[in-house]
């Protein structure tokens, strides 16, 4: 495989808005309006999964647009050093640890939305780990989705 086919890959499936000339700022956006479609996902999965619910828990937009700020900003701080410092288990589990660490994030940003005041509130870790889960899945789909060639290059 030549460098050439590898950059024509990149330059192909990279999405609009994730390129290098798009100001970081509207990146920032694309990925906080993709992670509050994830939460109203979650919100509405964990939910209707547990016999009791209210389980996961966004009260009101303002709510939602500042507990989704959070998790963005708090899973770009602390996931990469969640992931080094649990690099054994990520390796054990092939990769699957990394929907305890979503989880881990999840709680994290409960706590910093209960000191803010912010009504978001998950009760529980299993009730994070499915959240947490179903914000993954909806940030991927639509994260592929939103791409410009959104099942890779065509063969030439």
Do not use: H
């Not at 547990?50 to 899973?75: K, T």
């Amino acid at each position: 495989m030549s460098r050439i086919t590898v950059v024509r890959y990149w330059e192909e499936t990279e999405p609009p808005w994730d390129q290098g000339n798009v100001p970081w700022l509207v990146r920032m956006a694309v990925r906080w309006a993709i992670t509050i479609v994830g939460f109203l996902a979650a919100e509405w999965f964990v939910n209707w999964v547990y016999s009791p619910p209210d389980r996961f828990i966004v009260d009101g937009v303002e709510a939602l647009l500042v507990a989704a700020a959070i998790f963005v900003v708090l899973r770009a701080v602390l996931r990469p050093i969640l992931i080094f410092l649990t690099c054994p288990l990520q390796l054990i589990t092939l990769g699957l640890f990394i929907f305890v660490v979503n989880a881990l994030i999840v709680l994290a940003t409960k706590e910093v939305c209960d000191w803010l005041d912010v009504r978001f509130t998950v009760d529980g870790f299993f009730p994070a780990l499915l959240g947490a889960f179903v914000i993954s899945a909806v940030s991927f789909a639509l994260s592929r989705f939103l791409r410009r060639n959104p099942f890779g290059p065509r063969l030439r």
